[in-house]
């Protein structure tokens, strides 16, 4: 099997990757967006790979970019799966997890506990929410790693936040703060099962919990209950695999706060000891055993 890894750039994760695929009798390259060519009639390629004449692709991380190369780079995703290539996670599922907003809308409708959120253009309505929530957090629709997040409580501080913002035409994601200590919990889904979960603290002075920031990460036991919400909320954007982030409060109650469709896994794989790439391959090799066989025509 010769699969197409679609990436920013080579690093630990595509090795990784690579890795797994050879320990299996498999065969990987890693590819870069931002040299995909696409030829109509033709097909497409990257580095002068033809990325049809793979058998699957994983798509394991979108640059940042413009919103026309964005736009671009996932559209060409699905040009790759309607022509019967199995891509994952599927461009569907992405587009479901990079968008905060439609996440968040998608587990609410599905009856999985989120926080209370407001997602707004105007500048009043997202100050209005700002009152009503209290302490909240203001976070960008689109961004990971903890990355522009500001949390809230004074009025006239969110005030001078959101009109700074408006500046940016931004769009504004204002969701409750919760009191969850410090800590939250990650939760790697693949295949519909729980791979493995970690507990993640914030460092000193600090309440985002993200690794990347100086979190602290560690191996945890995740209860049923809590299993059961990462699976359902990974199959809810259709992910292959996923990394789910629970929010437990002080008060006992658990919130689902985000779905990552793209997850890096080396904080992770350090806490657990888990092979994830294996296990990310592994679950490529069942998808494209149960495929039906897809003739498709070459049209020119």
């Known amino acids: 099997m010769n699969v197409a890894i679609l990436s920013a750039r080579t690093g630990w994760h595509t090795d990784e990757l ?50 026309e190369q964005i736009i671009y780079r996932v559209d060409a995703l699905h040009w790759i799966e309607e022509r019967g290539v199995l891509v994952m996670n599927s461009p569907r599922a992405i587009e479901r997890c990079v968008d905060k907003f439609y996440t968040t809308a998608l587990l609410h409708d599905a009856g999985l506990p989120t926080p209370v959120t407001v997602v707004c253009e105007q500048t009043d309505a997202a100050l209005e929410a700002v009152r009503a929530m209290g302490e909240c957090v203001i976070k960008p629709i689109f961004g990971s790693l ?23 035409r931004t769009v504004f994601y204002v969701q409750q703060a ?69 929010l437990p ?20 794989q350090r806490a657990t000891g888990i092979d994830v790439a294996g296990a990310l391959i592994d679950r490529l090799l069942v998808r494209l055993s149960s495929r039906p066989v897809q003739v498709v025509e070459n049209v020119e």
């Open 18 to 67: 690579c890795r797994a695929l050879a320990d299996r009798g498999h065969t990987g390259v890693v590819l870069p967006y931002e040299k995909l060519v696409g030829r109509l009639p033709g097909g497409l390629s990257s580095e002068s790979v033809p990325i049809l004449e793979a058998d699957a692709v994983l798509a394991r991380i979108i640059p940042g970019g413009s919103l």
């Open 146 to 168: 903890g990355h522009g997040l500001v949390r809230v409580s004074e009025p006239e501080v969110a005030r001078r936040i959101v009109r700074s913002l408006e500046q940016t």
């Open 178 to 246: 919760i009191d969850h200590g410090g800590r939250d919990i990650r939760v790697f889904v693949v295949g519909g099962r729980v791979l493995g979960a970690i507990e993640r603290r914030a460092p000193e002075g600090e309440w985002r919990t993200n690794v990347a920031i100086g979190g602290t990460a560690s191996r945890f036991e995740l209860p049923d209950a809590w299993a059961r919400l990462a699976v359902r909320a990974a199959g809810v954007v259709g992910a292959d695999y996923a990394g789910v982030d629970l």
């Open 249 to 268: 409060s002080r008060d006992g109650r658990i919130f689902v706060l985000e779905v990552n469709g793209i997850p890096g896994w080396e904080g992770f």
